[in-house]
């Protein structure tokens, strides 16, 4: 029947990475050889955006110009990838490498992933959230009560990281009847982290008992306060970290999404994301770039053109926030039903024996 064919899988279509591969090395030339013709066109493109409605700033063109450079190295990065995976032989030795990781066990009793109604309503209430945020977040930016010093958005963070921190503690508890140690000690760390995470969105309680900066904070916080992430060179590892997080999730979620219906392992139900965070991951990308990729941002050159560009740095916190919650929420519901399975498993030969 139409409606229970499986997705296909992009892994197996060689063709359609080596076209791929092509593609990014061919534009990738194109890009380093012809570098002065395509400057052309964009000052060309820029002069004609000048006369019209929501011109272009000269500062936003050198970023176009600049990022003609990064899309030629990217279209490289892609050809490296992309390539090998076009040759089966190459293919071939992945998957015997990854299967026994990630290919469906006897063992394994997780169910397929639906996506149904629910899934597609999730999807859509993240992406409304999303964009409400992003609004919100935008326009009342000098608002204290959403954006200031212990406001809305802030205690938001410090919730969503409380609440995530609890399912994971809860996740690592439930899986301590099952097989998977290693993920179990996961969640533990997750847990961790995610409890100092909240920690340092609140100063460590310092804005609220009112306890003065350590000289040793004040000499390299740029907020004067009792935190690492504001530390300047902490602050920078975040930054890119919320960029390829979001990046590497956005990928996971749709290789879960593919490789549902042929099988998945229960370590990887576990472990990869669900792709309904995919509006939330989007828009950490869009606003963490980083330097390097700041040029090659199209989403977030097109904002910007529109004067709806990112202001501020609290969307991110936000969306991620919502991200560890809905994370640990869908894993901890898996963790119960592994442990309520492999509690029935462990009954039954008793059940015989009696």
Same mark, same amino acid.
């Given at each position: 029947?139409?409606?229970? $064919?499986?997705?296909? =899988?992009?892994?197996?279509?060689? /063709?359609?990475?080596?076209?791929?591969?092509?593609?990014?090395? #061919?534009? /990738?030339?194109? +890009?380093?050889? *012809?570098?002065?013709?395509?400057? =052309?066109? #964009?000052?060309? =493109?820029?002069?004609?955006?000048?006369?019209?409605?929501?011109?272009?700033?000269? %500062?936003?063109?050198?970023?176009?110009?600049?990022?003609?450079? !990064?899309?030629?190295?990217?279209?490289f990065a892609v050809a490296t990838i992309s390539l090998p995976l076009g040759n089966r032989g190459v293919r071939a030795r992945l998957v015997n490498f990854i299967r026994p990781i990630v290919a469906e066990q006897e063992s394994d009793s997780l169910p397929p992933d639906r996506h149904g109604r629910v899934f597609f309503v999730a999807l859509f209430a993240v992406l409304v959230f999303a964009?409400?945020?992003?609004?919100?977040? $935008?326009?009342?930016?000098?608002?204290?009560?959403?954006?200031?010093?212990?406001?809305?958005?802030?205690?938001?963070?410090?919730?969503?990281? +409380?609440?995530?921190?609890? +399912?994971?503690?809860? !996740?690592?508890?439930? +899986?301590?009847?099952?097989?998977?140690?290693?993920?179990?000690?996961?969640?533990?760390?997750?847990?961790?982290?995610?409890?100092?995470?909240?920690? %340092?969105?609140?100063? @460590?309680?310092?804005?609220?008992?009112?306890?003065?900066?350590?000289?040793? *904070?004040?000499?390299?916080?740029?907020?004067?306060?009792?935190?690492?992430?504001?530390?300047?060179?902490?602050?920078?590892?975040?930054? %890119?970290?919320?960029? @390829?997080?979001?990046?590497?999730?956005?990928?996971?979620?749709? @290789? $879960?999404?593919?490789?549902?219906?042929?099988?998945?392992?229960? $370590?990887?139900?576990?472990?990869?994301?669900?792709?309904?965070?995919?509006?939330?991951?989007?828009?950490?990308? #869009?606003?963490?770039?980083?330097?390097? @990729?700041?040029?090659?941002?199209?989403?977030?050159?097109?904002?910007?053109?529109?004067?709806? /560009?990112?202001? /501020?740095?609290?969307?991110?916190?936000?969306?991620?926030?919502?991200?560890?919650?809905?994370? !640990?929420?869908?894993?901890?519901?898996?963790?119960?039903?592994?442990?309520?399975?492999?509690?029935?498993?462990?009954?039954?030969?008793?059940? %015989?024996?009696?």
């Amino acid at each position: 029947m139409a409606a229970n $064919r499986p997705i296909p =899988s992009i892994y197996d279509a060689p /063709g359609l990475w080596t076209a791929m591969g092509l593609f990014g090395l #061919v534009l /990738g030339l194109i +890009l380093l050889v *012809f570098d002065g013709a395509v400057f =052309s066109v #964009v000052d060309w =493109s820029v002069d004609l955006s000048h006369s019209g409605h929501n011109t272009l700033s000269q %500062e936003t063109a050198d970023l176009v110009r600049n990022g003609i450079d !990064t899309w030629a190295w990217a279209g490289f990065a892609v050809a490296t990838i992309s390539l090998p995976l076009g040759n089966r032989g190459v293919r071939a030795r992945l998957v015997n490498f990854i299967r026994p990781i990630v290919a469906e066990q006897e063992s394994d009793s997780l169910p397929p992933d639906r996506h149904g109604r629910v899934f597609f309503v999730a999807l859509f209430a993240v992406l409304v959230f999303a964009g409400l945020a992003h609004w919100a977040l $935008r326009a009342l930016l000098d608002t204290d009560w959403l954006e200031g010093e212990d406001g809305l958005s802030e205690w938001w963070s410090v919730a969503t990281y +409380l609440v995530a921190a609890g +399912l994971a503690g809860a !996740t690592f508890w439930a +899986l301590r009847t099952t097989r998977h140690t290693k993920l179990r000690y996961l969640y533990l760390v997750l847990a961790v982290a995610f409890f100092l995470g909240a920690m %340092e969105e609140i100063s @460590w309680g310092q804005r609220l008992f009112g306890w003065g900066t350590p000289a040793a *904070f004040e000499e390299i916080n740029f907020q004067d306060e009792t935190t690492i992430h504001n530390v300047n060179f902490a602050n920078n590892v975040i930054f %890119e970290a919320l960029f @390829w997080g979001s990046a590497l999730g956005m990928a996971a979620g749709l @290789w $879960r999404l593919t490789a549902n219906l042929r099988g998945l392992s229960d $370590r990887m139900r576990l472990f990869l994301p669900s792709l309904t965070m995919a509006p939330a991951s989007l828009m950490i990308m #869009v606003w963490r770039t980083g330097d390097i @990729w700041e040029s090659a941002n199209i989403a977030r050159l097109l904002m910007d053109h529109y004067n709806h /560009g990112p202001r /501020g740095s609290e969307v991110p916190e936000v969306m991620l926030g919502l991200c560890i919650v809905m994370y !640990t929420f869908t894993n901890l519901r898996q963790a119960r039903y592994l442990s309520r399975h492999a509690t029935t498993a462990n009954q039954e030969p008793v059940k %015989e024996s009696a």
